[in-house]
């Protein structure tokens, strides 16, 4: 069997670490771009994320509760979609979220990725594929940690507020696409830990075709009368930051389409990842 074409986009330097991360640490690159389909090429195969939601700060002030973490983008592997032959595919890259500061809420979500072009019904847009950037969290109060963002699905939600050790979010998997061969998931994003106790953040989830154990994240510990951050939130292809804990912010999310920690009590939440686009011919 011929070796398949891979086009990545955008086009950055991308290590594959374990079976599952994606390396975007030096290119952060979202927006617009176009692939043209090969004249004798009907179906490719798509691996994609959207953006992952911006994570929040803890409360501004000790005591107080830890930021929840942003929804991870909704992503695919080995999707299959039909084309036509010459057309040409319009590619929008999700953005990542951006972070709260301490004392306020995951300021932006992340960017829908999504393909126009295709052959496509699964969408109120005829031809467009969309993948749906994950939503901001929201900040800790003086109580409570704050409840992370869903993922953009119902069935994704997220961990919700709470005034001991933060809730975990919930995670969606289904199989979609022409051959109906690999899998679509998306994680919401737990919560932070309350200062009542204080508690923990809650922990990351696994999420899609992840098996590296290194992927579990744990919540920021509580420190004095400080909650803890919640855990960033895995994708298929990105693992989530440490949460906040102490006087230490989130930690920051690597790959794509996972979200940073949130902040612990007077801290910030960390960086999200964007989405990406591959696909394979």
Known sequence: MATPTVTLWPSASSTKLSNILYDLSTNTTAGVGTFVVPSNVSLIYVDACSGAGGSAGGHSADPGGGGGAGGSGQCVNMLSLAVTPGS???????????????????????????????????????????????????????TNGGAGGSAGSSSAAAGATGTGTGASGGTVSSVIGVLN??????????????????????????????????????????????????????SQYGKGGAGGTGTTPGGNATGYGSSGGGGSATTGGGLSMPGFVMIYY
Not at 193 to 220: E, L, M, Q, R
Request: aromatic content about 4%; hydrophobic content about 35%.
């Open 181 to 234: 061969s690999r899998a679509y998931s998306a994680a919401g994003g737990s919560a932070g830990g309350g200062a009542t106790g204080p508690g923990a953040g809650g922990a990351g989830t696994a999420i899609g075709i992840a098996t590296d154990s290194s992927i579990f994240i744990s919540g920021g510990a509580a420190s004095g009368t400080k909650g803890g951050g919640a855990a960033g939130t895995n």
């Open 88 to 142: 040409t595919l319009t590619l929008t890259i999700g953005a990542a979220g951006t972070p709260g500061t301490a004392g306020n809420d995951g300021a932006t979500s992340g960017g829908n990725t999504t393909i126009d072009g295709v052959i496509w019904t699964g969408s109120s847009t005829p031809n467009l594929f969309k993948l749906t950037g994950g939503i901001l969290a929201s900040k800790g109060t003086v």
